[in-house]
């Protein structure tokens, strides 16, 4: 196993995280933005009004993406898996 293949393990690996988090992450931050808007122009400053709005959407987008979340976590392992012996010899 050279450092080129485990460099590209590292990456690949980065990459699925990146893409299992991202749409629960712009979901979160969407919402963040529109309640930290309506705050502002209402001048309501309470900082625990956002984090019920956030939970629901973050477990909304769960929902809609999990499948697509669960076969991409599955292709990549399996992925992972058969490539064991070409990595050992």
């Known amino acids: 196993m050279n450092?080129?293949?485990?460099?590209?393990?590292?990456?690949?690996?980065?990459m699925v995280t990146t893409m299992l988090a991202a749409p629960l992450l712009l979901a979160a931050l969407i919402v963040?933005?529109?309640?930290?808007?309506?705050?502002a122009a209402t001048q309501i400053n309470e900082a625990t009004l956002s984090f019920i709005p956030k939970l629901l959407v973050v477990v909304v987008t769960l929902f809609?993406?999990?499948?697509w979340m669960l076969q991409t976590l599955m292709d990549y392992?399996?992925?992972?898996?058969e490539s064991i012996?070409?990595?050992?010899?």
Do not use: D, K
């Open 77 to 81: 392992t399996r992925s992972l898996f």
């Open 64 to 67: 809609a993406t999990g499948h």
């Open 32 to 39: 963040g933005v529109v309640i930290g808007m309506l705050q």
């Open 85 to 89: 012996p070409g990595m050992i010899g």
């Open 3 to 14: 450092p080129e293949s485990v460099i590209g393990l590292g990456q690949h690996a980065l």
